[in-house]
């Protein structure tokens, strides 16, 4: 009796212990794996990967008997999609997967899906996932403007994620940001948003350019003519694009008309045929100039074209040559 | 002990005595003086020796040093700048904490006091002094927009640091969205505070921020201001 009664409080002393070791552990792992915390608690003995695996394929084969997802079949999907990121919740490939297959009948759903991917330390390396996000925010809600701000964020958050942004991603999120500016004109609204970008680096491109968009330039003279071309006639849009060109290109020669920049000696431009004006020739024989001196007649070119391109705003200019003496012929200097 | 005995003794050691001071003495001036003193100084015995000791050395010195010139300060800005640097430096956590408590309860309105707030930000455990988001911003506030703009990057880079959820970086960026800097490095901030909004869906603070970077946009760098104020006063100075 005696003995049987050591037992029991050794067994209840054991247990006390243990469970207070577990849950020192557990915090000690909480803090050295965050994720752990996303986990589900089911006791499996640590087995969380090998059953996130088993449903993985169970879900492979049930979607393989599904025709579509719809309807009547969208709760079971997400459920078991859950399960499966409750047990491993690092799985990028369930995230992507999942919130696509039940992105068109429960859209919110998805987004919540995938911001939880968005949100875990282990998965910030991954753009997909807040793309995703954004993505199927914009089609879903296309003309609610709190979707489309909230899918600016999910975009910004996967250009900075991406070492080389996709084209698509800068451009999803250059739409979504034209389209939450709320103007009538979508073209107006795209050149407004990358001529801000362009001002926000345009002093500092002697230290390091910080623009999330890459191309800045090449974009806005693309949108400047897309919108040209689109909305000939909008006024506010003509005088907008003209102003970004002179700022944005003021060391270049473009045509006014249809905003392509042409070559040194061009009288029209190649692109719409506009007579455009005459530059970097010679102003005695018109051959294109290629350095200081015409190369066929041997005239001085105008100082313009021989100078580096205009000084930036707040820096200092290049120091000027001085003028050296021309050398005195030897008969003269006899004289 | 008799008196011959003791005499004898006396006669003996003291001559010693004096005797091995004397040579003591000789020896070590011949000793240093092969010594180049333009070759032996503080730093080459420095070099000489461990690295421990040399550390401990380099230490004491730089906090003399630093102690010197909190003395030697004397403009509060001065103060102020000297104390944190003293605090920054030393090892000691009681001192540390004493030095900045001391930095923000008599120098609270000069930016060099700066360090000090952000060592007690949102510091987790026992703290002497509690500064919390709406301290630091009330700390920040009261300069100028041209010293505003470092202050409110630095304590961002703090909360981000520290794992601090987006929606209390959010709610430190606030204030700015009251305010009409005038300077364009702010974009930076206000596209930040509109990366938020999106991100917790809080649309009007989404559109309020994109209109306060769209009115910096106007205003010159911060760094064409400082450039173009050196050029002016190098152009005075000639």
């Known amino acids: 009796m005696k003995s049987t009664l050591i037992h029991i409080v050794l067994i209840i002393a054991a247990i006390l212990i243990g469970g207070a070791i577990a849950g020192h552990m557990h915090e000690e792992q909480n803090k050295q794996m ?17 059953a996130s695996d ?18 009547e079949n969208v709760d079971e999907v997400i459920k078991r999609f859950e399960k499966i990121v409750s047990y491993d919740p690092n799985f990028e490939s369930a995230y992507e997967i999942g919130a696509m ?20 330390p282990q998965l910030k390396n991954n753009w997909k996932l807040p793309f995703y996000a954004g993505f199927i925010l914009t089609h879903s809600g296309k003309d609610d403007p709190e979707k489309v701000k909230k899918a600016i964020g999910f975009y ?16 999803s999120y250059l739409r979504a940001r034209a389209k939450a500016m709320g103007l009538n ?51 506010e849009l003509i005088e907008f694009s003209k102003k970004v060109m002179q700022e944005v290109f003021k060391d270049q ?10 070559a040194p000696g061009d009288k029209f431009c190649s692109c719409c045929g506009q007579s455009v004006q ?10 294109v100039l290629k350095a200081g001196f015409c190369h066929k007649c041997g005239t001085k070119a105008p100082a313009v074209l021989v100078q580096a391109p205009s000084v930036q705003e707040g820096m200092e200019p290049p120091p000027v040559a001085k003028k050296v003496a021309k050398p005195v012929p030897a008969k003269k200097a006899a004289k | 002990m008799s008196s011959k005995l003791i005499a004898g003794t006396v006669i003996v050691l003291v001559p010693a005595f004096i005797v091995y001071m004397t040579s003591e003495s000789l020896l070590r001036e011949a000793a240093i003086a092969g010594i180049n003193p333009e070759q032996v100084n503080s730093e080459t015995i420095l070099k000489e020796l461990p690295s421990q000791i040399r550390d401990s050395i380099n230490y004491s010195v730089m906090l003399s040093q630093f102690k010197d010139s909190v003395a030697n300060a004397s403009t509060p800005a001065e103060k102020a700048n000297a104390l944190c640097t003293l605090a920054d430096y030393t090892t000691d956590i009681k001192e540390k904490e004493d030095l900045f408590e001391k930095v923000i309860k008599k ?53 981000k640091s520290e794992n601090i959820p987006e929606s209390k970086q959010l709610e430190f960026l606030i204030p700015l969205l009251y305010i009409e800097p005038n300077f364009r490095d702010y974009t930076a901030l206000y596209e930040k505070i509109a990366y938020f909004a999106s991100r917790q869906s809080k649309s009007a603070l989404y559109d309020k921020a994109r209109k306060c970077e769209e009115k910096c946009l106007k205003y010159p760098f911060i760094e064409t201001v400082l450039m173009k104020e050196l050029i002016k006063t190098k152009g005075q100075e000639k």
């Open chain 1, 34 to 50: 965050p994720y752990k915390s996303l986990e589900n608690t089911t006791p499996i003995g640590g087995f969380h990967k090998f």
């Open chain 2, 107 to 159: 120098y609270s309105t000069q930016k060099e006091s700066a360090n000090a707030y952000f060592y007690f930000f949102n510091k987790q455990g026992p703290k002497v002094v509690k500064i919390g988001i709406p301290e630091l911003q009330k700390y920040i506030l009261q300069f100028s927009f041209l010293d505003q703009f470092s202050l409110w990057g630095l304590a961002l880079a703090q909360l």
């Open chain 1, 54 to 71: 088993i449903d993985w394929m169970l879900v492979i084969q049930y979607m393989g008997g599904l025709k579509s997802v719809s309807k």
């Open chain 1, 278 to 287: 005459v530059f970097g020739t010679c102003q005695k024989c018109g051959t």
């Open chain 1, 185 to 235: 004109n979508d073209k107006l609204a795209m050149l407004k948003i990358l001529f801000g970008e362009w001002k926000k680096n345009a002093g500092m491109r002697e230290i390091e350019t910080t623009s999330i968009i890459p191309d800045l330039n090449q974009k806005i003279l693309k949108a400047a003519q897309e919108a040209r071309r689109e909305y000939p006639d909008d006024k």
């Open chain 1, 253 to 262: 020669h473009i045509c006014t008309y249809c905003l392509s920049i042409y």
């Open chain 1, 101 to 120: 297959s039940f992105s068109v009948e429960n859209p919110e759903k998805a987004v919540e899906f995938l911001e939880r991917a968005c949100n875990n």
């Open chain 1, 156 to 171: 910004e958050m996967a250009i900075k994620r991406s070492p080389t942004p996709e084209m698509y991603v800068v451009n």
